[in-house]
């Protein structure tokens, strides 16, 4: 079940530049969407999400574009700098309609490495 | 900053025993979540839980899980006879609203 894909697992990136990390997904009940970073041995953390009524959110360094049609969202990590050497998970969640749940359906992951 | 915590961070257990995995939410959140992941593999939902039952569950929970808020704070996931393949990470999550879901840092569940 792929209902959440990134298809690049790992990423690197110069200090200073711009990441681009990409996610696709395909069941178009989705109308909410997250980025989590997570370190080895911790749990995810939140870093930036936005709803299907938008097709961007900006947040400090951080932009994640929601392109509906291609089913396609991505982070913008600008400038990138080493300490943003993590694992990224991009995450999708139905949340219209009346279910109490805000159930998250994670992508693989792509781990990305700022050289300094 | 408000977290949410998670006990044991380790746990090891043999085949066939019982575990219970705690989580501590952040004290004014409502819905609850357990998550997974098996290493090399993706983070996956097993169940959430708001008012004082579960609102879905995935395949992955069967009879051997089972979730429950005893004293009102504490959120537990317990797997009543364990087997290899449930070694993993367990996540508990928590949320106010909607709007983003908060981890504690996991416990590593190892199964011999």
């Known amino acids: 079940d792929q209902q959440v894909k990134q298809n690049s697992p790992s990423l690197s990136v110069q200090e200073g530049r711009i990441s681009i990390l990409n996610c696709d997904y395909t069941?178009?009940?989705?109308?909410?969407f997250l980025w989590y970073k997570k370190y080895p041995a911790e749990g995810p953390t939140f870093l930036i999400s936005?709803?299907?009524?938008?097709d961007k959110n900006e947040d400090g360094r951080f932009t994640v574009f929601l392109n509906k049609s291609a089913k396609h969202l991505s982070l913008h990590i600008v400038p990138s700098q080493p300490g943003d050497s993590a694992v990224y998970f991009c995450?999708?969640?139905?949340?219209?309609?009346?279910?109490?749940?805000?159930?998250?359906?994670f992508g693989q992951g792509t781990t990305l490495q700022v050289k300094p | 900053e408000p977290e949410v915590t998670q006990t044991p961070s380790h746990q090891v257990t043999q085949m066939g025993q019982e575990v219970i995995l705690r989580c501590v939410p952040i004290?004014?959140?409502?819905?609850f979540y357990w998550y997974r992941q098996i290493l090399g593999q993706k983070v996956e939902f097993l169940v959430s839980?708001?008012?004082?039952?579960?609102?879905?569950k995935s395949e992955i929970f069967d009879d051997q899980f089972s979730v429950e808020r005893p004293d009102g704070s504490n959120f537990t996931l317990k797997i009543r006879s364990t087997k290899l393949e449930d070694s993993a990470m367990y996540f508990c999550?928590?949320?106010?609203?909607?709007?983003?879901?908060?981890f504690g840092q996991g416990t590593r569940l190892t199964v011999v």
């Open positions: 995450a999708a969640s139905a949340r219209g309609g009346s279910s109490n749940t805000g159930k998250l359906i």
């Open positions: 069941n178009s009940m989705f109308d909410y």
């Open positions: 936005i709803s299907s009524i938008k």
């Open positions: 004290s004014n959140h409502l819905y």
């Open positions: 839980f708001y008012n004082n039952e579960i609102s879905e």
């Open positions: 999550a928590t949320e106010l609203t909607f709007t983003e879901a908060f």
